[in-house]
């Protein structure tokens, strides 16, 4: 199997995490989900930093987000599929 460009660790997330540096949009991305060690794949549409957040689906303003399987914060801004997802436009629910 080829090198990920993303992580993601449950089939649940919307979400995955990048884990290579130097991710510049247009990018065909290959990830792994670990639980089930199947293969995603996502075009970059951003330039995406390594530990960032990276769109697996379409994002509305208000949707949860999941990561680990778990509810992590919900979207403050949208973001397509393969788009960047960070403090930007991803809020905790907490605050």
């Known amino acids: 199997m080829p090198t990920p460009?993303?992580?993601v660790h449950?089939?649940?997330?919307?979400?995955?995490?990048v884990?290579?540096?130097g991710l510049?949009?247009?990018t065909p991305m290959m990830g792994v989900i670990t639980e089930t060690d199947s293969e995603v794949s996502v075009t970059a549409r951003d330039d995406i930093p390594i530990g960032h957040k990276v769109a697996?689906?379409?994002l509305k303003e208000g949707d949860?987000?999941?990561k680990y399987?778990?509810?992590?914060?919900?979207?403050?801004?949208?973001a397509k599929t393969g788009e960047h997802v960070h403090t930007h436009n991803l809020k905790t629910k907490r605050w």
């Open 5 to 7: 460009h993303f992580l």
């Open 10 to 17: 449950s089939p649940k997330d919307n979400v995955g995490v």
């Open 19 to 21: 884990v290579v540096e």
């Open 24 to 26: 510049t949009a247009g």
């Open 56 to 58: 697996l689906t379409d």
């Open 64 to 66: 949860t987000i999941i």
């Open 69 to 78: 399987g778990e509810d992590i914060g919900r979207m403050v801004g949208d």
